[in-house]
């Protein structure tokens, strides 16, 4: 499975980004697909995640300004991203966890803010 993030870019703080994730295959069989993000110097951290139930979990620190989704009839994921701050700088890559485990990652779309 190839995953292949879109959207990311400079902004300033309070605006908003739209990050998408186009996978090579279908997602609707997988068992979750995610936001993980890599600030500089920083380790990766899971930003948000929708699992097999199609249940929704945040990190503290986007919850209420971050929305995850996906469209299985297009193969695609989402991260609607408001209200960024400069905290929010960083790299941040898709992934997706298979029905036989299988992690797969996109290579990453930066977000930088910027005043």
């Known amino acids: 499975v190839q995953l292949v993030e879109s959207g990311g870019g400079l902004v300033q703080p309070g605006g908003s980004l739209r990050l998408s994730c186009a996978a090579s295959r279908s997602i609707s069989d997988v068992r979750r697909v995610g936001w993980y993000r890599q600030a500089q110097g920083k380790q990766r951290e899971l930003v948000a995640a929708i699992g097999s139930g199609w249940t929704k979990t945040y990190d503290d620190s986007v919850k209420g300004r971050f929305t995850i989704s996906r469209d299985n009839t297009k193969n695609t994921m989402y991260l609607q991203m408001n209200s960024l701050k400069p905290e929010d700088t960083a790299v941040y890559y898709c992934?997706?966890?298979?029905?036989?485990?299988?992690?797969?990652w996109g290579p990453g779309t930066p977000v930088t803010l910027s005043s």
């Open positions: 992934t997706l966890l298979s029905v036989w485990y299988s992690h797969y």
